[in-house]
């Protein structure tokens, strides 16, 4: 997230649950849980969180709920072996904005656990590769604790920015943590490269569609969409299904109402290729040639069919990113949207009363969100991020240690619950989470759909994958301003080409070969999977 923009956390939570967490259940006791209430002030007021070895106190604004922590899980287990190091700084690279606050409200947490102080050093998306990889081919040093995206693993793992993290985790971690996994996020490619652990995954990015019940549900929209498509409007499981209601919402709306809008901005447009063209049985390369195939036809008919959905979007959408999306969206002014989980909650109230989201405008659709997979079986797994440690850094069991401790079942879930935080869930126990499966109405709907659509794709990651992602975005975009669609992806394809006969062609071809071996990563409407 999400490419922008602990235990504090400002959300109204039914009274039920305040009284079920001040008697906790068995849930709750294997647990560092977040409480919280809506206080009858006018200020905004946070309940500061402060944990100690074996308890967690949530200071409310007139009550304390101390809640027991398991001995020996591997949150407590990571932070006694980490008050040896009391008295270091480690740093932390973030991305700047709303992605740095978490650890910005969890690293003084750490301190005060550990004596080890955590300073994020925030900076763009982009940027974070560039850097990361930058700081180790010029000596290292800069940075401790890493967050990678899965794209970059296989970049950063062959030129030896990252630790191996395998004895650690044999050393300090309970090993049924890595069974709490989504076996997508802990599969080859992912935390693993070529079998030994480089990163703790950290942030469920998945795309999903969120569309307005309301406006499917009116017997007015239902007839009149009937009569003119000749079937019944339904939140869309098709592209075309989507693309029908899309224009039908428009040509009924507009300009007042969009019927969709889907981030198009240079950067990060190819997330939106990827699901479909898989879907479609697309394959990025010929795995015995290793020429491109982002030009084939079903390739072309995927960039068509997203220049097509262009016309059914607000005015100037080629230019929309996450935050023009964002703002539609929570002002009621598209009638779908396909982007990362944190607008799924922001939508539906979760953490309007969170300070850090202040900017953030109040939801008119609250109450009538409803979530849908990305039509056409396979969304994107657009994005997310691993936990790493730096193969450069003066402190690295520190820095495992820390990494260890944010991505526990105990502290994950506290963190992927904060209102503002843009990581999203990827643990099973955060999906079964009681305390999340009632953060809100339709939170129970929200996590089946994000744990359903862990069916997705991944984004290419082999050698040089930024920059055949790279050629994917510019063909995109080029296309948005009115290239033609099989000219703009020509031009890509044979941008890849040249990438893969500079970095030589048989490494290349062993390395996708491998990629390949992931189940989430080979094309078809459906991933099949142990």
């Avoid at 260890?404 to 126990?429: E, H, N």
């Avoid at 996590?447 to 359903?452: A, N, R």
Wanted: proline share 6%.
């Amino acid at each position: 997230m999400k490419r922008l923009v602990t235990l504090l956390l400002v959300v109204a939570v039914l009274a039920s649950l305040v009284a079920a967490c001040a008697a906790p259940t068995p849930e709750v006791i294997e647990k560092e849980v977040i409480v919280e209430k809506e206080v009858p002030v006018t200020v905004e007021v946070e309940k500061e969180v402060i944990v100690e070895k074996k308890v967690v106190e949530t200071v409310e604004v007139e009550k304390i709920v101390k809640v027991e922590v398991p001995m020996g899980s591997s949150a407590d287990r990571a932070v006694e072996a980490a008050k040896k190091y009391a008295g270091i700084t480690l740093n932390y690279v973030r991305e700047a904005g709303l992605q740095a606050q978490d650890p910005l409200h969890m690293g003084p947490i750490f301190e005060e656990l550990t004596g080890i102080k955590i300073n994020v050093v925030e900076m763009s998306y982009l940027d974070m590769y560039s850097n990361q990889l930058q700081d180790h081919l010029t000596g290292g040093g800069a940075y401790d604790a890493l967050d990678v995206s899965p794209l970059w693993m296989i970049d950063f793992v062959s030129v030896g920015v990252l630790e191996p993290l395998d004895d650690y985790i044999d050393k300090y971690m309970n090993k049924a943590d890595l069974e709490d996994y989504l076996p997508v996020y802990s599969s080859e490619g992912v935390m693993k490269i070529g079998g030994v652990t480089y990163g703790l995954f950290d942030d469920g990015d998945v795309f999903v569609l969120y569309y307005r019940k309301d406006l499917f549900e009116d017997p007015d929209n239902q007839a009149g969409f009937k009569a003119k498509y000749g079937y019944d409007l339904v939140p869309p499981e098709t592209r075309q299904q989507m693309y029908d209601a899309a224009e039908f919402f428009t040509d009924k709306y507009a300009p007042d109402l969009h019927g969709l809008a889907i981030q198009r901005l240079e950067g990060q447009a190819y997330s939106w290729f990827i699901g479909p063209f898989s879907a479609y049985g697309g394959q990025f390369l010929d795995p015995d040639t290793m020429k491109a195939q982002i030009n084939s036809d079903i390739g072309v008919r995927t960039l068509t069919e997203m220049v097509q959905q262009n016309t059914v979007m607000p005015p100037g959408v080629e230019k929309w990113g996450f935050m023009e999306i964002l703002s539609a969206w929570m002002e009621g002014k598209v009638a779908m949207i396909i982007t990362w989980p944190p607008i799924g909650r922001w939508g539906s109230g979760y953490g309007d009363t969170a300070k850090q989201l202040a900017w953030v405008p109040a939801s008119n659709v609250k109450g009538k969100v409803g979530y849908m997979l990305q039509p056409g079986g396979r969304p994107c797994l657009a994005g997310g991020f691993n936990m790493g440690v730096s193969a450069d850094s003066k402190y690295k069991e520190a820095a495992y240690l820390f990494i260890q401790w944010m991505t526990s079942p105990t502290i994950s879930l506290q963190r992927v619950m904060l209102p503002f935080s843009l990581r999203d869930p990827y643990r099973l126990s955060h999906f079964e989470s009681p305390l999340y499966n009632t953060a809100w109405p339709e939170a129970p709907e929200y996590l089946d759909k994000l744990q359903e659509a862990m069916t997705g794709q991944w984004e290419l990651g082999v050698p040089g994958a930024r920059e055949y992602m790279e050629a994917i975005d510019n063909a995109c975009t080029s296309a948005y301003a009115g290239t033609d669609p099989k000219a703009a992806l020509d031009k890509a394809a044979a941008r890849w080409d040249a990438i893969t006969e500079r970095l030589g062609v048989e490494s290349q071809k062993a390395a996708y070969q491998q990629w390949l071996k992931n189940p989430w990563n080979r094309p078809g409407p459906t991933v099949e999977y142990p």
